[in-house]
């Protein structure tokens, strides 16, 4: 565990609660995300969040209205990092990616490329999903999706990292007399050709900033747990239960060891969580269960308790969490946009400074750095 906690904010432009949107306000309307884009990012990078993290949904239909009403149209999450790259300086931009209904060269070839545009701030989550609308969006077989997800997503991150090293980082040497502008030698086909992804390689893209842009999960079966431990360096996992955790984030560094990574990147174990804040505790009580009143009936939705209060009782929470060893850090939920995500910046965040449990401005420059990981060094530096 590193001395501060991670913090991620995660962004939905209509709000993470299902009536969200409806609350007084709120952002609304799908049209404006590109507006509540840059404000989002603005108050989080003020808040020093270390990254703004988008999730991705394949899919849409009139059902998710009441229950997920934030996936019905929205930007895409590599969309959304491309533009916000050149409107911030220091956050990290946290997309995501299926890796079931993706290709692998256009991935490497994408990140590579935002990576360079947000100077190395760019961190790419994987989603191993299977389902029958989006398997029918993209002309495949759900069932044979599902079978081989995982052994898919391995085989694709492999992949992806001998594509983000095509070129060694001083393959361009520039050389404007000689008429010389890269070296030979320095750029490597990536013969990949596994059981579900194959490229021949090299990517026409230079190797990312980071050397390998930043890679998380959001899963929780125990080839989750493997995939992270062997190739990840965030695991992004629910859990109401701090012993839980524990134990899970304990199982990932010991799998992690066992597998040959190095201690000192061991991945970490970030937990999703949604606060309900404002300026006392009973205002924050009001809110939530107006939050509540709001929902559709028959929609199932809930606040967890634990999290509803006044900046000190909520950042008490979380630092009671980090200090135990249960978790790394949070990616924080804001029910409506973008009084809770500004309330959470303006009410926890310096709570969580003043306890020492978060640093109080940023310390590096790349998503890797925030993260407290190191530069790796391309696979044909060790050839
Ligand atoms: C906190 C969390 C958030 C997730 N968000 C998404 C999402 O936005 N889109 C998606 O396709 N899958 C999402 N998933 C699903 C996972 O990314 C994962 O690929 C899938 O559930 C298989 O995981 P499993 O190994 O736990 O079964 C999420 C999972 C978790 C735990």
Same mark, same amino acid.
């Given at each position: 565990?590193?001395?501060?906690?991670?913090?991620?904010?995660?962004?939905?432009?209509?709000?993470?609660?299902?009536?969200?949107?409806?609350?007084?306000?709120?952002?609304?309307?799908?049209?404006?995300?590109?507006?509540?884009?840059?404000?989002?990012?603005?108050?989080?990078?003020?808040?020093?969040?270390?990254?703004?993290?988008?999730?991705?949904?394949?899919?849409?239909?009139?059902?998710?209205?009441?229950?997920?009403?934030?996936?019905?149209?929205?930007?895409?999450?590599?969309?959304?990092?491309?533009?916000?790259?050149?409107?911030?300086?220091?956050?990290?931009?946290?997309?995501?990616?299926?890796?079931?209904?993706?290709?692998?060269?256009?991935?490497?070839?994408?990140?590579?490329?935002?990576?360079?545009?947000?100077?190395?701030?760019?961190?790419?989550?994987?989603?191993?999903?299977?389902?029958?609308?989006?398997?029918?969006?993209?002309?495949?077989?759900?069932?044979?999706?599902?079978?081989?997800?995982?052994?898919?997503?391995?085989?694709?991150?492999?992949?992806?990292?001998?594509?983000?090293?095509?070129?060694?980082?001083?393959?361009?040497?520039?050389?404007?007399?000689?008429?010389?502008?890269?070296?030979?030698?320095?750029?490597?086909?990536?013969?990949?050709?596994?059981?579900?992804?194959?490229?021949?390689?090299?990517?026409?893209?230079?190797? /990312? *900033?980071?050397?390998? $842009?930043?890679? #998380?999960?959001?899963?929780?079966?125990?080839? %989750?747990? @493997? =995939?992270? &431990?062997?190739?990840?360096?965030?695991?992004?996992?629910?859990?109401?239960?701090?012993?839980?955790?524990?134990?899970?984030?304990?199982?990932?560094?010991?799998?992690?060891?066992?597998?040959?990574?190095?201690?000192?990147?061991?991945?970490?174990?970030?937990? /999703? *969580?949604?606060?309900? $804040?404002?300026? #006392?505790?009973?205002?924050?009580?009001?809110? %939530?269960? @107006? =939050?509540? &009143?709001?929902?559709?009936?028959?929609?199932?939705?809930?606040?967890?308790?634990?999290?509803?209060?006044?900046?000190?009782?909520?950042?008490?929470?979380?630092?009671?969490?980090?200090?135990?060893?249960?978790?790394?850090?949070?990616?924080?939920?804001?029910?409506?946009?973008?009084?809770?995500?500004?309330?959470?910046?303006?009410?926890?965040?310096?709570?969580?400074?003043?306890?020492?449990?978060?640093?109080?401005?940023?310390?590096?420059?790349?998503?890797?750095?925030?993260?407290?990981?190191?530069?790796?060094?391309?696979?044909?530096?060790?050839?």
């Amino acid at each position: 565990m590193g001395e501060h906690m991670i913090l991620g904010a995660a962004f939905r432009a209509l709000g993470a609660f299902p009536s969200g949107w409806r609350m007084p306000g709120a952002e609304r309307l799908p049209r404006r995300e590109p507006q509540v884009l840059v404000k989002a990012a603005k108050i989080a990078e003020r808040a020093g969040f270390d990254y703004l993290y988008f999730g991705d949904w394949l899919s849409t239909g009139p059902e998710l209205e009441t229950t997920a009403p934030h996936l019905l149209a929205r930007v895409d999450p590599l969309s959304a990092v491309a533009f916000l790259a050149a409107s911030t300086r220091r956050i990290g931009l946290l997309t995501s990616i299926n890796t079931t209904y993706s290709e692998v060269y256009s991935i490497a070839r994408q990140t590579a490329s935002i990576d360079l545009l947000s100077g190395g701030r760019l961190g790419l989550n994987l989603h191993v999903g299977a389902n029958a609308p989006a398997a029918a969006n993209y002309g495949k077989d759900v069932e044979w999706d599902r079978l081989n997800a995982y052994d898919r997503a391995f085989e694709f991150v492999d992949a992806l990292r001998r594509l983000w090293d095509s070129w060694d980082d001083d393959a361009f040497i520039a050389d404007a007399s000689a008429g010389q502008l890269a070296e030979p030698g320095r750029v490597h086909p990536a013969d990949y050709y596994g059981r579900f992804v194959q490229t021949a390689g090299p990517l026409n893209a230079l190797r /990312p *900033v980071q050397g390998a $842009v930043p890679i #998380t999960h959001t899963g929780t079966s125990p080839r %989750a747990h @493997e =995939l992270v &431990a062997t190739r990840g360096n965030v695991a992004i996992a629910d859990f109401e239960d701090a012993a839980q955790a524990f134990d899970y984030r304990a199982g990932l560094r010991a799998a992690a060891l066992a597998a040959g990574r190095d201690p000192l990147d061991a991945p970490a174990l970030v937990i /999703p *969580v949604l606060p309900v $804040v404002a300026e #006392t505790p009973e205002k924050a009580e009001a809110l %939530a269960s @107006e =939050l509540l &009143a709001l929902v559709a009936p028959g929609t199932r939705a809930r606040v967890p308790s634990l999290l509803v209060g006044d900046g000190p009782a909520v950042a008490a929470r979380l630092e009671a969490w980090f200090r135990s060893g249960a978790v790394d850090g949070f990616q924080i939920l804001s029910a409506w946009m973008p009084a809770q995500l500004e309330a959470f910046a303006e009410l926890v965040v310096p709570e969580l400074v003043a306890r020492g449990v978060f640093r109080s401005a940023y310390a590096g420059r790349t998503l890797r750095e925030h993260l407290g990981l190191r530069h790796p060094i391309s696979a044909y530096a060790l050839d």
